[in-house]
């Protein structure tokens, strides 16, 4: 007889219903857009990622789900178009929840045409997807997914070509991983990569792969590619790595050394330039040959030197992201509001466009 | 890690004994998605990989327009040579012989029965409620096996398979006057009320199961394929006052067993038992799906740590247990596949320590008389 040809059930998209019932169950506002006013508030003070390109903006929100008896956790990724300084036609198209762990290791970038975007959800203990979104169905593609125990754990992903790329370690490990950013994620494959990363110490851009070990003082730089990562370059900054971006030509770092401090590495010589430093550890963003930087309520930006003051947000700074030209600050505010009978405060985190990089 | 796992199971058989239930306690299950995809030695085998974990019933999906890939010119006769059911033959045989008990469902619309030529069309009613009465025929424990001997009774089958969910059944919702009104359960209402006198007068054992709703909480009608909430489907099939001998839906909470409270979860079965009882006072409540992923993909965005899962085979018992109404929990799925990490197995073939506890839990439930096959 003829094996049929049925495929494994995929069962729909029927938990995304449980979700979303869950997610009101747990008090958790959802993105409440503001196509009208050009910002969009996303519910609660989660940890904010975010990156910007293209004429889009896409970050992802990581917090606690709390619910009445129990505690999971989610990552909320979402894209919107950036007209101007006005963020419109908002959407929420991945969502990672779990209750194996908190989410520690959240990285999210701009890969492509279409607000397309890629995301890595991990835990301390567990290994989370590496995503690409979406096709032209809206459809998210999951090109690497295994929380075995023993599964490495990816920290960093980016788009390089037709490829998405992401660093990943564990017991095995470091390794750089690639594969098509297509249904099903055809043609994956790793290649071992020297040290041992960890959470916001990897990063992937076009063309650049950088990444530091945990503890470490110094960076890798070097080109991407499905056998590896060439050319690898090690650039010391000056005290220890706390978090990586990497875009096209260069390396930002934030590096504590003392007080806190914002380097730019150029990909191509290793100069190292300190662009900021401050008593508090700052947000970072890159993009377009700038660097944003939130410090407390302050928005600064740099072309390579010294970093300017662009403006002040209304609350503290939860994320920064820049294309360039301009600047997207998602910025933590509470506000009093009825929710039902009482009072209350509620915190939000607001997106909005702040100024233009100087 | 080795290390790790194998005390984490074995940690989890101590558990799983320590929580052994009463023999009146709900069955635990588990089902193979695989099955239908294979035939002859490769079916045998895996039927023996099956039966190696202990479970003492499991649930069939009969894939329609595989059996039918043409239309019968005799649609209630299982005879009608349009059909073939070598590997369902095979397959519920299989079970039987490894003393399995079987249940059965069916889903996915053959070409020739459907609107859109796709096969999660919503069936014509006529056509899917002749193809239950074949199945019932087919299996009602008289039908000759050609050997000569007989093809085993199969008392239990549902109607479809999560017919509130696109994937399943579309259009869950249509366009009237503007806005969406739900349309699903109203068909699949329509459904069930013709298949069940069918299947009664060909096989007057069967207990003829209705509902297998997906795990959806909220109903929202705002496009063609929006889920419809298991409540909202139950609900309108107590407006259309459609008969069933039992009520199954799936569960796969947020949250452990014993805490989650979204519906549906274990502990909205009360509310769920309220409804079924004004379907049919009494009727018994099967969970034919439940299970917990172990990674993220795109179908369920939420998932647990393989520890995790072991611990909540056990819970997952518990829970069924506090309603004696639920008479199986089915863990969904054997192996993991591209589409679903809920496995006892990974997808290379090894066990996660959820395994040691499926295969310590069914081993302290005996199956109650009712549920031999």
């Not at chain 2, 299950?29 to 695989?34: G, I, K």
């Not at chain 2, 109607?159 to 259009?171: A, L, Q």
Request: aromatic share 8%; proline share 6%.
């Amino acid at each position: 007889m003829t094996p049929l040809a049925d495929s494994p059930r995929p069962r729909g998209r029927a938990i995304r219903g449980a979700v979303v019932a869950g997610a009101v169950a747990a008090g958790c506002l959802a993105i409440t857009a503001g196509s009208a006013s050009g910002a969009v508030n996303i519910g609660g003070w989660g940890q904010i990622h975010a990156d910007m390109g293209g004429g889009a903006i896409a970050w992802a929100d990581a917090q606690p789900a709390k619910t009445k008896t129990f505690t999971y956790w989610r990552v909320d990724a979402a894209h919107a178009r950036v007209s101007g300084n006005r963020i419109t036609g908002d959407t929420e198209p991945v969502a990672v929840r779990t209750s194996a762990g908190p989410l520690t290791g959240v990285d999210i970038r701009m890969a492509g045409p279409q607000r397309a975007f890629t995301l890595t959800a991990s835990g301390d203990a567990f290994a989370g997807p590496v995503i690409w979104c979406c096709t032209v169905e809206d459809l998210e593609v999951v090109v690497s997914s295994d929380s075995d125990g023993a599964a490495p754990h990816p920290f960093g992903a980016g788009m390089d070509g037709t490829r998405v790329r992401w660093i990943a370690g564990g017991p095995g490990g470091a390794f750089l991983g690639s594969g098509d950013a297509v249904e099903n994620a055809e043609r994956v494959t790793s290649a071992a990569i020297p040290g041992n990363p960890g959470p916001g110490l990897a990063s992937i851009a076009q063309g650049i792969a950088a990444w530091a070990d945990r503890g470490g003082s110094s960076i890798r730089i070097g080109v991407p590619s499905d056998s590896g990562v060439s050319g690898i370059r090690e650039v010391a900054q000056g005290g220890r790595v706390a978090q990586v971006r990497a875009v096209p030509g260069y390396v930002v770092s934030v590096v504590r050394a003392g007080g806190w401090r914002v380097t730019r590495t150029d990909a191509a010589t290793g100069a190292v330039a300190v662009v900021w430093k401050g008593s508090a550890r700052p947000q970072i963003g890159a993009g377009g040959r700038a660097i944003a930087i939130g410090a407390g309520r302050a928005v600064l930006t740099s072309r390579g030197g010294a970093a300017k003051k662009v403006g002040d947000a209304r609350g503290p700074i939860a994320a920064v992201a820049t294309d360039g030209s301009r600047v997207a600050v998602f910025e933590r505010v509470s506000r009093k509001a009825k929710v039902g009978k009482a009072t209350k405060t509620v915190r939000t985190t607001a997106v909005r466009i702040m100024g233009r990089v100087r | 890690m080795r290390t790790w796992r194998m005390i984490v199971g074995i940690a989890g058989m101590a558990m799983a004994a320590a929580l052994a239930m009463p023999a009146s306690g709900a069955q635990l299950a588990l089902q193979d998605d695989q099955l239908h995809n294979l035939s002859g030695p490769a079916l045998d085998q895996r039927l023996d990989l099956l039966k190696s974990t202990g479970t003492k019933v499991s649930r069939v999906d009969i894939i329609w327009r595989s059996v039918a890939k043409t239309r019968p010119a005799e649609p209630t006769d299982p005879a009608d040579p349009a059909y073939d059911w070598a590997r369902y033959d095979q397959m519920l045989k299989g079970l039987i012989a490894r003393d399995i008990t079987p249940m059965i469902t069916f889903y996915w619309t053959p070409e020739w029965a459907s609107r859109s030529g796709k096969s999660n069309a919503a069936p014509r009613v006529a056509d899917a409620a002749s193809f239950a009465t074949a199945i019932a025929r087919r299996y009602n424990g008289t039908w000759p096996d050609g050997s000569g001997g007989t093809l085993p009774l199969v008392k239990r089958i549902e109607i479809w398979n999560e017919p509130n969910i696109g994937t399943f059944w579309s259009p869950q919702c249509r366009r009237q006057g503007g806005r969406y009104v739900m349309e699903s359960a109203r068909q699949y209402s329509a459904l069930v009320a013709a298949a069940y006198p069918q299947i009664k007068a060909v096989s007057p054992s069967s207990i003829v199961t209705g509902g297998v709703t997906g795990p959806v909480g909220g109903s929202v009608c705002e496009k063609t394929d929006s889920s419809v909430g298991t409540i909202t489907f139950a609900e309108e099939m107590i407006r259309q006052k459609v008969p069933i001998d039992a009520w199954s839906m799936h569960l796969y909470p947020i949250g452990s067993p014993l805490q989650a409270y979204f519906v549906p979860s274990w502990k909205t079965i009360p509310q769920i038992t309220r409804l079924v009882d004004r379907l049919k006072p009494g009727a018994p409540i099967y969970v034919t799906e439940t299970g917990y992923h172990t990674s993220y993909n795109r179908y369920h965005r939420y998932f647990v740590s393989e520890a995790q899962q072991a611990a909540w085979v056990g819970e997952t018992m518990q829970a069924a247990n506090q309603y004696p109404r639920v008479e199986v929990a089915v863990w969904f799925n054997l192996q993991d596949n591209p589409f679903w990490t809920g496995g006892l197995m990974r997808m290379n073939g090894t066990k996660k320590p959820a395994w040691a506890q499926f295969t310590a839990q069914v081993g302290a439930t005996p199956r109650p008389a009712t549920w031999a096959p």
